[in-house]
């Protein structure tokens, strides 16, 4: 028998207060909830939760191809490590470059990389979204409610 699993309740007495986008990027760098700073938001190392458990915040913003943002930063952040680590390679060993071991280094920093990096996307990927769409607090509301599309106008989708 499968048990119905309830949306978890989110307390509705916390004050609405729009972070800086400062602070929201330096929560999601702790991986927390770039909205509350709550602790938690992540199910496995790379899978969120489908809601923050502090504030209630949907991390998918209540749209299901959402983090393809994410996949975007993660391949940055990967690209960013390869460069910085193949370029500081070349100048600390020219003109004698070992090109075999910085082939094989940069491929394993970017295999790497792309794991250890990921939950750090998702939730950067977050809080952009969070400073280019400001959170509202009738959005919020939807979220706690575990709203569907259609059943409100709200002014981000």
Same mark, same amino acid.
């Given at each position: 028998?499968q048990?119905?699993?309830?949306?978890?309740?989110?307390p509705?007495?916390?004050?609405?207060?729009?972070?800086?986008?400062?602070? %929201?990027?330096?929560?999601? @760098?702790l991986?927390?909830?770039?909205? /509350?700073?709550?602790?938690?938001?992540?199910? +496995?190392v790379f $899978?969120?939760?489908?809601q923050?458990?502090?504030?209630?915040?949907r991390?998918?913003?209540g749209e299901?191809?959402?983090?393809?943002?994410?996949y975007?930063?993660?391949?940055c %952040?990967?690209?960013?490590? @390869?460069?910085?680590?193949?370029f500081s /390679?070349i100048?600390?060993t020219?003109?004698? +470059?070992?090109w $075999?071991l910085?082939?094989?280094v940069t491929?394993?920093?970017?295999?790497?990389?792309?794991?250890?990096?990921?939950?750090?996307?998702?939730?950067?990927?977050?809080?952009?979204?969070?400073?280019?769409?400001? @959170?509202?607090?009738?959005e919020?509301?939807?979220?706690?409610?575990?709203?569907?599309?259609g059943?409100?106008?709200?002014s981000?989708?």
């Amino acid at each position: 028998m499968q048990s119905l699993a309830l949306p978890v309740p989110i307390p509705t007495t916390l004050p609405f207060n729009l972070p800086s986008r400062k602070r %929201m990027l330096l929560r999601a @760098l702790l991986l927390r909830c770039p909205h /509350c700073g709550g602790k938690g938001i992540f199910e +496995t190392v790379f $899978t969120l939760k489908k809601q923050c458990p502090t504030c209630g915040l949907r991390t998918q913003r209540g749209e299901d191809d959402y983090f393809v943002g994410a996949y975007l930063f993660n391949l940055c %952040m990967v690209e960013a490590i @390869l460069w910085v680590g193949a370029f500081s /390679c070349i100048a600390l060993t020219y003109p004698d +470059t070992p090109w $075999t071991l910085l082939t094989w280094v940069t491929g394993i920093l970017m295999i790497v990389g792309c794991f250890a990096c990921y939950p750090f996307a998702k939730t950067t990927w977050l809080a952009v979204d969070l400073s280019i769409r400001p @959170l509202t607090k009738e959005e919020l509301e939807w979220h706690s409610e575990d709203g569907a599309f259609g059943d409100r106008v709200l002014s981000h989708i």
